[in-house]
Each structure stands twice: as C-alpha cells, then as structure tokens.
C-alpha cells in the first residue's frame, strides 16, 4: 500500500483520472490511496489569496510561503509516517524510471503542484522537497506530473499489474535500456502488410531472437543515448 498526498489548487483535475482502470482497481483493492487537498482550504482569510505579486518585478504571480508552507504542514500532520514530499518544477531534477522504482518503495508521498510562476523560494528552503521536473519542457501546474509520477510509481507495486500487464520487461527498467520491439496481432495481412514470419513460426527460441535484435536496432536508430548511459 502506499498512500499520496496531492497538493493543488485544482483538484478536480485528478477525478477521471483516478476513476478509471488499473488506478480504479488499485484504490478499490487499497493498493493506493490518493488523497487530495486543496491549498485553498488554508487560506485563513479568502479575500488574501494563495499567491501574490513578485518582488523585484516582473510577469504572474508567485505562491506565497505562509499559505503553502502550513498547507504542507498540516498535511503531514494527518498521519504517523511523515512521508517524502516532492514538489513539481521545470526546475527540478528530471523524473524517470530508475526514480520512479526508488519512489515506489515509499509508504507516503506529498506532491506539491504549483502553479503560476511558483513557489516563494523559502518554501524550498524550509521544507526540502526533491523537487521534480517530468521534462524539458513547461505545463501550466504540477498536476500533469503529479499524475505522471502516481501512474509511473503505482504500476511498480507489487500485484497491482497482472500478468498480462506485466512491467518486468518495459523500456527504461531496471536492467533494461533497450525500447520495447514491434509487436502484431491479427490479422496476419492488412492492407497488404504481412507479420513477420518468424513471429508465426512457433520457434520460442528464433522468435526472441528476432525481438532482441529488433529492440537493439529500434535502440540505435531513436535512442542512441540510452546504449551511451
Ligand atoms: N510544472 C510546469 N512544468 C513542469 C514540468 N515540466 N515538470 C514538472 N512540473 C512542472
């Protein structure tokens, strides 16, 4: 079981979400648990506002540290386990899956999603998250990389994936840096494309031949930094 806590000004974001499939069945099996509070409901006085103008000038608005630093800390205050928190910023060390496999070990995560132009920088410095960026690139919050985070962890507890389902062998895993190979169903023809002989021949040992071989070249031509690391 491991527990989140979401922080957000929006948490309506993460209902479809988490109503459907694995992360449905997850919740319902109490594999997960996702909590989610809305920084608002800190806001002693509502006129005040969660963020304010930045000092020194300059475009947006900036999320003040005396709403989110108490936000936070009640949070953690709701249970034993202090839980790690990590906060979302394009600023952050770049999230992946050898993260994501450390991550899931936790019993308690806080994600911390932020909006605007941020955070006040004394949050960091009073609350020390790891703080977290899913890319180089830039999204209007956190909640976009909060759920990426939840979906990339959850799927990494044990039984939470069936069989089918299983994540042993996914691309970027643990010992193993190769993408996945092409795959087909039926029909064997469509459009007058054929499957792979091979792939028909029943032969188990050619057949994972083929699909190693075929992971290292789709390796080399689309992720060459992935064999340098
Ligand atoms: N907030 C805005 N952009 C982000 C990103 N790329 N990763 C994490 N949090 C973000």
């Known amino acids: 079981m491991i527990r989140f806590d979401v922080l957000t000004l929006f948490p309506s974001i993460f209902d479809g979400f988490l109503s459907e499939s694995i992360l449905k069945g ?19 006085d509502k006129h005040a506002g969660m963020d304010d103008r930045p000092f020194g000038g300059g475009p947006g608005m900036v999320l003040k540290a005396d709403r989110v630093v108490p936000c ?11 839980g790690r928190l990590v906060m979302f910023t394009p600023q952050g060390r770049k999230f992946d899956q050898k993260l994501a496999e450390r991550l899931a070990v936790e019993e308690r995560l806080i994600l911390l999603c932020g909006r605007y132009e941020g955070f006040d920088e ?12 899913i890319g180089d690139y830039v999204l209007n919050g956190g909640e976009v990389a909060a759920m990426v985070l939840i979906e990339s962890v959850m799927r990494l507890l044990p039984e939470v994936l069936g ?24 029909p064997r023809e469509y459009r007058g494309l054929s499957v ?9 040992a050619e057949i994972a031949q083929w699909r190693a071989e075929n992971s290292l070249q789709r390796t080399k031509l689309r992720r060459p930094d992935l064999l340098d690391s």
């Open 72 to 82: 936070v800390e009640s949070v953690r205050a709701m249970e034993d386990q202090l």
């Open 196 to 204: 792979p002989e091979v792939l028909l021949s029943g032969n188990h």
């Open 122 to 133: 004394r949050v960091v410095e009073l609350l020390q998250p790891d703080e977290l960026s």
């Open 26 to 44: 997850a919740i319902e099996s109490g594999k997960l648990l996702v909590r989610l509070h809305n920084m608002r409901d800190w806001a002693t």
């Open 163 to 186: 069989d089918s389902d299983s994540n042993k062998f996914d691309s970027f895993s643990s010992g193993n840096r190769l993408l996945d190979c092409v795959q087909y169903t039926r």
